[in-house]
């Protein structure tokens, strides 16, 4: 008789923190779902771009003046948060300062409207060939002089292992409600990384979330599989005014800087995944985080 871990392991293409080396496997799945045509909300170019690449960065997306009511409520949450303690508000390792607020499409009306909004779930579905829904929200806050990096990370080996998402068929979407400058600690990408599964080494402790949203330690690609996709494919740093929207799949390698500079760098996160792409249990063999991180 097989064993739940047995057969898990039978399902799962994209096996992580199970073997002692580090490996990296081939992608099998789509990067674009949809084909492209005249009708498509992205032009050929750019879903091209985003094929070979695995990210699109899209500049002037939303206007100064929708961005102004994101940046004055994500200026809210955080006063309201900085002496309140809430399970999806997590705090930068070394201080008390708000780190990232999640599940914001669930609690919040402003940005529950901007996560349904049109112009960008026509590319969502466009790019996963589906309805789309949200897996994860968050704001994350990168403020000046403190803010702490996020070490390199493909999203989906954490979303596999720890969530059960079966297959690479989501995308980030980061909009930008301050100015994403080289110096204020943006996203750096491995453009192409999204092509290869590196998987990690270490099992995953229970209830890792409640560290690793703080500062990651499982999950963490192998510095010589970094090097070799880097070394290959160069990184990419796609900056811009606030309302800038940056899109990348969810295998892509990514990573960023702390923040040393005066001027805070703060995006809205939201996490597109296929409808047809839904949760299995996680296949580290785990229970499933909390709801705020991984929408079942």
Same mark, same amino acid.
């Given at each position: ?11 799962? #293409?994209?096996?992580? #923190? %199970? ?19 005249? @009708? /498509? ?6 879903? +091209? ?15 100064e003046s929708e961005v102004n009511v994101w940046r004055e409520e994500l200026n809210r949450l955080q006063a309201s948060y900085r002496e309140q303690e809430a399970s999806h508000v997590i705090r930068e390792p070394q201080s008390k300062e708000v780190r990232s607020i999640f599940a914001v499409h669930d609690n919040n009306d402003i940005f529950q409207a901007l996560s349904k909004q049109a112009k960008l ?8 060939? /589906?309805? !789309? ?37 989501? &995308? ?14 943006? &996203?750096? %990408? ?5 092509? !290869?599964?590196? +998987? ?12 690793? &949203? ?7 690609? @192998?510095?010589?599989? &970094? ?33 040393? /500079? ?35």
């Open positions: 008789m097989h064993t739940m871990s047995q057969k898990l392991a039978q399902e799962d #293409r994209y096996p992580s #923190r %199970i073997a002692a080396q580090p490996e990296r496997l081939e992608r099998k799945d789509p990067v674009v779902y949809s084909k492209w045509t005249p @009708d /498509s909300p992205l032009t050929q170019e750019q879903a +091209a771009f985003y094929e070979k690449n695995g990210y699109l960065f899209l500049e002037n997306f939303f206007t779930t026509a590319i969502t579905n466009f790019l996963l060939g /589906s309805d !789309t829904y949200i897996h994860q929200s968050r704001i994350n806050y990168k403020p000046g002089f403190t803010g702490k990096e996020f070490y390199w990370h493909s999203d989906f080996e954490t979303w596999h292992v720890e969530d059960g998402m079966p297959a690479m068929r989501a &995308l980030s979407c980061s909009i930008a409600l301050t100015d994403n400058h080289p110096f204020n600690g943006p &996203l750096m %990408i491995i453009p192409g990384s999204h092509k !290869t599964f590196v +998987a990690c080494v270490g099992q995953t402790p229970d209830d890792h979330f409640k560290e690793s &949203l703080r500062k990651q330690e499982y999950g963490v690609p @192998d510095q010589e599989s &970094l090097a070799a996709l880097a070394e290959k494919h160069g990184i990419e740093m796609p900056v811009g005014k606030a309302g800038s929207v940056l899109l990348f799949d969810c295998n892509v390698l990514h990573g960023s800087s702390s923040n040393i /500079s005066p001027y805070p760098r703060s995006n809205v996160f939201m996490v597109y995944n296929s409808v047809e792409n839904k949760l299995n249990d996680p296949y580290s063999g785990q229970k499933p985080r909390p709801g705020y991180i991984a929408t079942r």
